[in-house]
């Protein structure tokens, strides 16, 4: 099993930008989560779902969509790239109260 | 609201020190889990440990021993004869039953520098 693989690894935007930062898992979990972690500081909830076709807002939602159209995949879409978004991202699946986290993604706007 | 934190911001220890790593936490939850994570400096998130709010043993797993203590509402952990290794950011975090798809609350972490 690969776990919870994420794409890419690093990335630099420029103000305005579009990116979608994407997250795979290959374990069947139902959940899965993006977390945001800012230097620093722990991570925060983004948004989650509970299954395909089922998502909910997290705590820092403003900026960022997602959709779940497969289990396997959780998308997650910066429309118009600002500087406070310039962070480490990270994906995770769980299952049993248990997550599983991604390598992460290493964001940077300018 | 669910609450976590880790007081401790930076510690730093020499080799074979022993040291502990603080956590307390706020739920109303009577059903919560809690979990500690290490992310050494490659960046990734290595899970340690998940309690639940009904074991309050506590735990050793080689050099490692979690404190679980509800009456204090907090979940400590101990490092024995710490090693360069150890060095990383530790994060205690927080899932309530409630929350209904186990979402994770992270305490701001703690910087463990093991010094040779």
């Known amino acids: 099993n690969a776990g919870v693989t994420q794409t890419p690894k690093f990335r630099i935007l420029k103000i305005g930008q579009s990116m979608t930062l994407q997250c795979a898992q290959d374990?069947?979990?139902?959940?899965m989560y993006w977390y945001r972690q800012d230097p620093g500081m722990g991570l925060k909830l983004i948004y989650y779902?509970?299954?395909?076709?089922?998502?909910d807002k997290g705590e820092v939602p403003n900026g960022y969509n997602v959709s779940r159209s497969t289990t396997e995949d959780f998308p997650l879409r910066l429309e118009l790239a600002a500087p406070s978004q310039t962070s480490v991202y990270f994906c995770?699946?769980?299952?049993?109260?248990?997550?599983?986290f991604g390598p992460g993604t290493r964001l940077t706007v300018t | 609201a669910q609450k976590v934190t880790q007081a401790q911001t930076e510690i730093s220890v020499v080799e074979k020190e022993d040291v502990t790593l603080d956590c307390v936490y706020e739920?109303?939850?009577?059903?919560?889990?809690l979990f500690w994570y290490k992310q050494p400096p490659s960046g990734e998130l290595v899970f340690l440990i998940r309690?639940?709010?009904?074991?309050?043993q506590n735990e050793i797993s080689g050099r490692y021993s979690w404190n679980f203590q509800k009456s204090t509402s907090s979940f400590n952990f101990t490092i024995t004869a710490s090693q360069v290794v150890d060095s990383a950011v530790y994060f205690c975090?927080?899932?309530?039953?409630?929350?209904?798809?186990?979402?994770?609350?992270f305490g701001t972490g703690t910087r463990l520098t093991v010094i040779p």
């Open positions: 739920t109303r939850d009577t059903t919560y889990y």
């Open positions: 995770a699946s769980s299952i049993a109260h248990e997550q599983y």
């Open positions: 975090a927080l899932s309530e039953a409630s929350a209904g798809a186990n979402n994770l609350f």
């Open positions: 374990m069947n979990h139902n959940y």
């Open positions: 309690r639940n709010s009904f074991d309050e």
């Open positions: 779902s509970v299954g395909a076709g089922i998502t």
